[in-house]
């Protein structure tokens, strides 16, 4: 069974501070790795891909990839409420993405 | 640049029926992938089409099937409906396929009575 897995939190960190999500895979051969975004009632939202072991920015948002030890991670610098919501980790799983069960996000003021 | 479509966004049924969920892809994505999201298992794959062909299917009983026509407009059906039917279907597309970078509907919640 491929599985990906989150802590489902609640991770709760003050405006302002780094959020930090982490992840782990099971699948060894897994190539590609996504962070989704998904607030309450809402559909997931694609925030970063990670293909390469290391660190990939996109504005405040930053994955970091390391395949040695099957670990996937999203920091979020500068946490606003608005950042407040569930954040999915998927890795592709050869035909699909596996998903794990998010870890929810409370950013408070 | 429209994003994907899904219609019904809310319906409710009751157990034993059928039921038939659509998704528009954006624009120039031939791969549609189902997903079905609950509380207690989160996303779980359902299967995949991408040029009118179910390229994979995930663990899920034969009453949940679906087709691609030829403009990537896709339908899923669900007979026979289960009390454990009950979620949110949500259709993705993506240029590349089923591993690579999917773009979420809104969804459709089913509730089954």
């Known amino acids: 069974q491929k599985e990906v897995e989150q802590n489902s939190g609640p991770l709760s960190v003050p405006e302002g501070a780094i959020a930090s999500l982490n992840c782990t895979y099971s699948?060894?051969?897994?190539?590609?790795f996504f962070w989704y975004r998904q607030y309450s009632g809402k559909s997931p939202e694609l925030i970063m891909s990670?293909?390469?072991?290391g660190d990939k920015e996109d504005g405040r948002f930053t994955a970091q990839l390391n395949k040695a030890s099957q670990y996937v991670s999203l920091l979020i610098r500068d946490s606003q409420p608005s950042d407040s919501a569930t954040y999915l980790c998927?890795?592709?799983?050869?035909?699909?993405?596996?998903f794990g069960k998010g870890t929810s996000l409370l950013v408070t003021p | 640049k429209a994003g994907v479509t899904q219609t019904p966004r809310y319906l409710i049924k009751t157990r034993g029926q059928q039921v038939t969920l659509s998704c528009s892809p954006i624009?120039?994505?031939?791969?549609v992938s189902w997903y079905q999201q609950t509380p207690g298992q989160g996303l779980q794959f359902l299967f995949e089409?991408?040029?009118?062909?179910?390229?994979n299917k995930g663990n899920f009983p034969g009453r949940f099937s679906g087709r691609q026509f030829s403009n990537s407009r896709s339908e899923m059906n669900v007979s026979t409906l289960e009390l454990g039917d009950s979620a949110l279907y949500l259709c993705?597309?993506?240029?590349?396929?089923?591993?690579?970078?999917?773009?979420f509907g809104e969804g459709s919640r089913l509730t089954v009575l």
């Open positions: 990670i293909y390469s072991n």
């Open positions: 993705a597309s993506s240029r590349t396929g089923a591993g690579g970078e999917l773009f």
């Open positions: 624009s120039g994505h031939r791969s």
């Open positions: 089409y991408f040029s009118e062909t179910q390229r």
């Open positions: 699948d060894r051969v897994s190539q590609s």
């Open positions: 998927a890795s592709h799983s050869g035909y699909a993405l596996n």
